[in-house]
């Protein structure tokens, strides 16, 4: 249980109150009593003590599967969904919920018939049937092909739900209902699923690297109800977490949820809705937190604060009125006197129709959250984006096995940028969440590389040239030592390597440039062979070296993105050798009018020149020079009839070095 269902329509807000004991009348009359509490754990029970006495009905049947889905108990809820379904009179609106909790546990080819079911059954919703069963092809790929991730269920969970781990001082902050051995018999119990109230808990690591004895935060970070989803400041001495308070409904909007089954609560019904509250670390406690100043719990909810490292932007979730759908990603920005300005959503490319939550803000600003908008693998799935603030892209599913069909949510991650947490109720029978670590694992295989020498630009097409007696350096990241071979008299080299890991390669040898390489292996076994081919240019003033690869649009002079990045490594050649300066020309092939080629080479030289200006290098270390048709490589002069692939020799770039 993570706070998840105030996130969905009002209809489904949480309901506050005590645990209502059921004293051995186990009627329907009792039962209905419960489940229109919102007391589901009890409500089950209670039904199924009524069909131990009765012949099953739809109604009895349908609650109880309700009840599970609200619970998150997938397991139970396909269960009783089939059973629902086996009434001729069942709404459809169960068949569309028997295939999500058949997604949810990973029965995803059963779940991509129910869901083509449901459209052809309902027509309104073929759309969205068609969409589900797409994302359940998605996730049965992904789960052919999982990351090379390993996952460990921590030994820190208890048997309830625990979630929402968050770095803090030398281990980490998490939320949990378990059992509070200090409030013994007095704590209280939450109705909806029977278990004590959310409270935060910090645990260390011990010298053996196993995790000692959790221990409640201090009681001003934990009321009598829920407390949640904390995020700290870098320093440590200031919090930001998620609290509950029990409010009065007030209906603001219509259900959005069309396969919604729940009525809104009666007006007079107390709701929780969740709220945001800070406190500070002084004087070796904790200060009496403070309220928001964005909540506003009698009309709508925020929660699950998120702090970029740089503490100037607070990222949230809310279904604060004018979102894109069931809740929002927003963010404030810190004013200079230390207040908050106003909520700012974070836009379409991150926030969908559906719920996104658990923001949070890694080390070099990648945002991670967790969304059932986006195409994923059901439940909440965690995704990751890049960019700040309202301006996002490259929203990217973690796909398997970060994700799994259940709710996966509350990712944090190492200052390695590698290792880390997240919280998932896979693996549940009862739905409750679990913390898991995770970190990746490498398949060890072979790089296998040739050292050859580029031929000069009136011999480019001349077969390389091996060259021996290379220095090869493989450095690992992060690394500043490196692992060094030479290569042979055939110019070959090898190395041990690891996948998912990017390596660089630098190739030294007197009389040469400096030339580097990027490597990252997606080895698949340790039979793989990763080829890498090093071509070295001599060091020799006026020689000059085709830039392969580099193409414009016709009569353009624009960098396209695929120029660019072959100009990216011409950028690295000259800082791995500082010394050098060089002659970077632009050369057409003879159609079109002398002056016109001149021009346009120019254009197309200068360009080039300033996108490598841009990347660092010194512009005193380059020249841009456009030379038209005046050098051509072959007889394709004004005149004379060539191929295309002749005329294409003509069209390039090259450097020349000139000291």
């Known amino acids: 249980m993570k706070l998840r269902a105030l996130f969905l329509p009002s209809a489904l807000l949480f309901c506050i109150g005590f645990a209502q004991p059921v004293l051995g009348q186990a009627d329907l009359k009792t039962a209905n009593r419960l489940y229109e509490e919102m007391a589901f754990a009890q409500a089950t029970e209670a039904y199924k003590k009524v069909l131990d006495k009765a012949e099953p009905t739809l109604e009895v049947t349908q609650r109880i599967a309700h009840s599970y889905r609200q619970m998150n108990n997938s397991k139970e809820a396909e269960f009783w969904y089939a059973q629902v379904l086996a009434f001729p009179e069942a709404a459809s609106v169960n068949l569309f919920y028997y295939a999500e909790a058949a997604r949810r546990n990973g029965n995803y080819a059963k779940a991509k018939q129910l869901y083509l079911q449901y459209g052809a059954q309902v027509q309104a919703e073929a759309a969205l049937a068609h969409k589900m069963a797409a994302a359940c092809d998605e996730a049965m790929h992904w789960l052919k092909n999982p990351k090379s991730i390993e996952l460990k269920k921590e030994s820190i969970n208890s048997g309830n739900s625990d979630f929402g781990t968050v770095f803090y001082k030398n281990g980490i902050v998490f939320s949990s209902d378990r059992e509070n051995p200090k409030k013994g018999a007095q704590q209280e119990v939450y109705a909806w699923n029977g278990r004590p109230y959310l409270q935060l808990y910090y645990v260390e690591k011990g010298k053996d690297k196993n995790w000692g004895q959790p221990v409640a935060m201090p009681e001003e970070l934990n009321t009598t109800y829920h407390n949640a989803s904390p995020t700290f400041s870098k320093d440590g001495n200031t919090v930001f977490f998620t609290r509950v308070n029990k409010e009065q409904f007030r209906q603001r909007k219509a259900n959005t949820d069309p396969t919604s089954w729940i009525e809104h609560p009666k007006k007079n019904d107390l709701v929780s809705r969740l709220e945001i509250y800070s406190s500070e670390f002084k004087n070796g406690k904790w200060t009496k937190p403070k309220a928001f100043a964005y909540n506003k719990a009698r009309e709508y909810s925020v929660g699950h604060p998120a702090l970029s490292p740089d503490g100037q932007v607070l990222y949230f979730a809310s279904d604060m009125p004018g979102g894109l759908g069931e809740t929002d990603l927003y963010y404030c920005l810190k004013m200079r006197d230390g207040s908050w300005g106003k909520p700012v959503n974070c836009g379409a490319t991150v926030n969908t129709a559906g719920r996104e939550a658990f923001p949070a803000v890694a ?12 195409v994923g693998m059901g439940g909440l799935d965690l995704f ?4 700040e603030k309202e301006n996002w892209k490259e929203v990217a599913n973690l796909q398997a096995p970060l994700n799994s069909g259940n709710d996966d949510f509350g990712i944090i991650f190492e200052p390695n940028g590698e290792n880390g947490y997240l919280s998932s109720n896979r693996d549940s029978e009862n739905g409750t969440d679990n913390i898991y670590s995770f970190k990746p694992y490498r398949i060890p295989c072979t790089l296998e590389g040739r050292t050859v020498e580029q ?5 480019n097409q001349d077969p390389p040239k091996p060259v021996s007696n290379v220095r090869l350096k493989l450095y690992h990241p992060n690394d500043t030592a490196a692992i060094v071979a030479y290569s042979d008299a055939d110019g070959r080299f090898s190395f041990n390597i690891e996948q998912g890991i990017k390596y ?4 030294i040898k007197s009389g040469y440039l400096t030339k580097s390489a990027e490597v990252t292996p997606d080895c698949k076994s340790v039979l793989d062979m990763i080829k890498l081919n090093m071509t070295l240019n001599k060091n020799v003033v006026n020689n000059s070296y085709i830039v392969e690869n580099i ?10 993105p695929d120029a660019a990045k072959e100009l990216d490594k011409l950028a690295v050649m000259l800082r791995d050798n500082p010394e050098v300066k060089i002659e970077l020309s632009s050369h057409t092939d003879s159609r079109q009018t002398n002056g016109y080629n001149q021009m346009l080479s120019q254009l197309r030289a200068d360009a080039a020149v300033e996108y490598i200006i841009s990347q660092g290098i010194d512009k005193k270390r ?8 005046s050098k051509l ?15 294409q020799l003509n069209r390039r770039t090259e450097f020349k070095l000139i000291r």
């Open 622 to 629: 380059i020249t841009a020079k456009g030379y038209g048709e």
């Open 504 to 507: 660089t390669i630098k190739g």
């Open 455 to 459: 031929a000069v630009a009136k011999h």
């Open 633 to 647: 490589l072959n007889r394709c002069k004004d005149g004379v009839k060539c191929s295309e692939q002749e005329h």
């Open 551 to 560: 193409y414009y649009d016709v009569d353009k002079h624009e960098i396209r």
């Open 363 to 374: 080390a070099d600003g990648t945002l991670y959250f967790s969304s059932d908008g986006h």
């Open 384 to 387: 990751s984006a890049k960019g």
